[in-house]
């Protein structure tokens, strides 16, 4: 396999590394190093959308001729001007907090990716909704004990045991959920020059 030039994941996130990973393509990662504030008024599709294309950018600047993928997602509960964003809990008490907000309810999760090569940058906003069943705190409980996704937008993983608190899934690419939409990047990077099977 021939790479035309050099590919840099835009991200140090070890589940979209794994992710790219899958591909079987050699790859680099880069810290972007890009401010993540949010702005007012800003929907979670856009500001995914916003942030991959800096991440993109800001490393494709530090490797000229180089194929770099940005990518971000927002996770979020409720619609329009009332929903709400759902981030990284970091704590025990904070990932309850989330997922009892989340018991019975949908959560939207906007996964953005930006591919610049030789001069030209393309852009994809997956979608995918999570219907979550009714639990309770004890069930939540449970499941962070067993599988402490504090570092996951939601606090919980699908790719584990997070599967447990779900009703359904609604998604095109169910790799966006995890991170980078893995159907669109593919066809994206063949259209780069990159050989993928």
Known sequence: MKLPSLLVLASTSPYRRELLGRLGLPFETCSPGVDETPLEGESPANRALRLAVAKARAVAAE????????????????EGSTSQILRKPGTAGRCLEQLL???????RFDTAVAVIAAG?????????????????????????AHEPAFDCAGGFKCEGLGVTLMASLETSDP?????LPLIWLAGALRDAGLTLP
Not at 71 to 76: E, F, I, K, N, R
Not at 101 to 107: M, R
Request: avoid cysteine; proline fraction near 2%; aromatic fraction near 6%.
């Open 120 to 144: 030209r940058e393309v852009t994809h906003v997956d979608v995918t909704r999570v219907h979550f069943r009714a639990f309770s705190a004890a069930d939540a409980g449970r499941y962070i």
């Open 175 to 179: 790799t966006g959920l995890i991170g």
């Open 101 to 107: 907000t989340l018991s019975g309810q949908v959560a």
């Open 63 to 78: 490797h000229p001729g180089g194929i770099v993928i940005g990518s971000d997602q927002v996770a979020s509960v409720g």
